[in-house]
């Protein structure tokens, strides 16, 4: 049985109460955390939750907008029961399991009234001798009435325990029917078009808890090195069925955007000739509806805040953080990745910490053109940029640690202390293996130093 339990007070899963694995456990949007919310301000790993000598820990993740103990940025803090945990929206309150009812032994009236305890006779016995026979007649009917009123407060205590244990359990419910007034249907479309190309996003919610994503990405044919003809059409399409507490929270969102209150359109002029900027946006949310059109023109405040927080919901729930872009939009993005990957790799002397980020942004270009085809010509250098930064860093990294390690061998503190910081700078994302047994060793170190 886990010795510590996180209960969900504030979020989307509020409610939800998850048992703390000795293994530990990890907090963020992603599907693959043990506790995934689809909160667009907490990272794909936020935080982790760990058990140390009996004791719970809270480790933030590098994330993007910090982990808070009792409202406090930490890096690393102990918890204590009652302590409170945010991340993003999201506040876990440390409780422990409930203690599974027991037995109360049963004492023996003799033996009770020896050990000084009072004792209660319920009077089943005999009538004492004198007594009048009507008066130990009610006397016995009185033991049998409380009798009776105890075993039902005993079976009302059983089924409150069971239910308050049912509650405890985190659950994923279906949407199922809402009432009428949280009866949702949102449709909305973005479309890119000019006289070479079409894009096409659609995002759908229906009022059984359903969300759809479908994208279609029209480009035509192109000739490419070898003079065929090579089609660059994508089509993409993803759904999945929603948790109700996370349907709720969107409906709640788009009750409070201002939505409802925006005209049926806005128009503007076309910054190029031939070329199509559109979104429409269709609501319809218990009796209320609404149908807004923006046309080649910026989006009114409300339409864009709302939009954003579609789109970012959307990409946490069915992790689609590309597919929404163009072809064209997504081969800009890689060739920015890779113009920042070269210059980080050209200053990999400069900071130690420079190959660590050439690497990541060869690795994040490589990902905005995982469903572009055909690759654009610069695709190859990606490949061949991100295994030089890997290799180079993994090579880096090795000479460094042997440096460390044999500072500690030779109980040379100061030295371990400066190499193992290198390392922490050399690789500084904290969910990394190296990084947090670098960080172990400089604990140590830094221990050995103070006690000299």
Known sequence: ???????????????????????????????????????????????????????????????????????????????????????????????????????????????????????????????ADGEDPETAKKSMLRPIIWALGAILVLVCGVMLIGDLGNKRKPRVAPVGALPEDHALLLDYERVEADAQSIFRYELRLTPDGKLSVKIDDVGGAETNENGKNVNKDRHVSKEKQLDKAVFLEI????????????????????????????????????????????????????????????????????????IQFSTEKLTALAKEGLDVAKKKFAERDVRYGNLFESQNAYREAIFYLDTVNPKPDFYNELLDGYETAENELERRYKDQRFRADRAINLSDWSTAQNELRILCEMIPDRSDKRNREASQKLIDVETRLKKR
């Open 251 to 322: 409906t709640r969102e788009i009750e409070t955007s201002g939505f409802f209150s925006l005209d049926e359109s806005y128009s503007g002029f076309a910054a190029k000739e031939n070329e199509l900027q559109e979104q429409t946006m269709i609501i319809a949310l218990g009796k209320k509806a609404r149908t807004c059109k923006v046309t080649n023109r910026t989006e009114p405040d409300a339409f864009k805040k709302l939009r954003e927080k579609l789109e970012t919901f959307s990409k946490n729930e069915l992790g689609i953080w590309a």
């Open 1 to 127: 049985m886990s010795k510590f339990e996180l209960k969900i007070v504030k979020g989307m899963k509020a409610g939800s109460v998850y048992p703390v694995s000795p293994d530990g456990m990890k907090l963020g949007r992603s599907s693959q955390c043990e506790i995934d919310i689809p909160d667009p301000l907490l990272s794909r790993s936020h935080c982790c939750f760990d058990i140390r000598n009996g004791e719970l820990w809270v480790t933030d993740l590098a994330s993007a907008n910090q982990t808070f103990v009792n409202g406090k940025p930490v890096e690393e803090s102990r918890l204590t029961l009652g302590d409170m945990v945010t991340a993003g929206d999201n506040t876990l309150e440390v409780c422990v399991p409930d203690e599974a009812p027991g037995t109360e032994a049963v004492v023996a009236p003799e033996a009770a009234a020896e050990n000084g305890e009072v004792v209660i006779d319920l009077g089943f016995g005999k009538v």
